[in-house]
Nanobody, 125 residues
């Protein structure tokens, strides 16, 4: 069955870095555009960024531009999120998601068919 399994979250201090991973199985990963979303307690889930099927085009939310980097390895069926200069405002549950090309807008949740269970990122000040 379809699975997206995130890992790499944890507790870090402000200014630190983390690399999150999302291992995909049960579907043709290289045919799907991928994204990272996050949700902090009491807030709505928001887009972090997205990438196309080859990983050659990426988009980011303004809040993470120049600090976060999305990459994918289509051989390993894995999506990555490199996070730098973490701030307590970045603390959230981070989710990866998959959508078929052309299915809605990259920044909208409804465009994505498959979701992982999330990995928690906590940032202490």
């Amino acid at each position: 069955q379809v699975q997206l399994v995130e890992s790499g979250g944890g507790l870090v201090q402000a200014g630190d870095s983390l690399r999150l991973s999302c291992l995909a199985s049960g579907f043709a990963f290289n045919n799907y555009e991928m994204a990272w979303f996050r949700q902090a307690p009491g807030k709505e889930r928001e887009i972090v960024g997205a990438t196309n099927t080859m990983g050659t085009v990426t988009h980011y939310a303004d809040s993470v531009e120049d600090r976060f980097l999305i990459a994918r390895d289509n051989v390993k069926n894995t999506l990555y999120l490199g996070t730098n200069s973490l701030d307590p405002e970045d603390a959230a549950m981070y989710y990866c998601a998959a959508r078929t090309h052309g299915n809605g807008d990259w920044w909208t949740e409804n465009a994505y068919s498959y979701w992982g269970q999330g990995t928690q990122v906590t940032v202490s000040s």
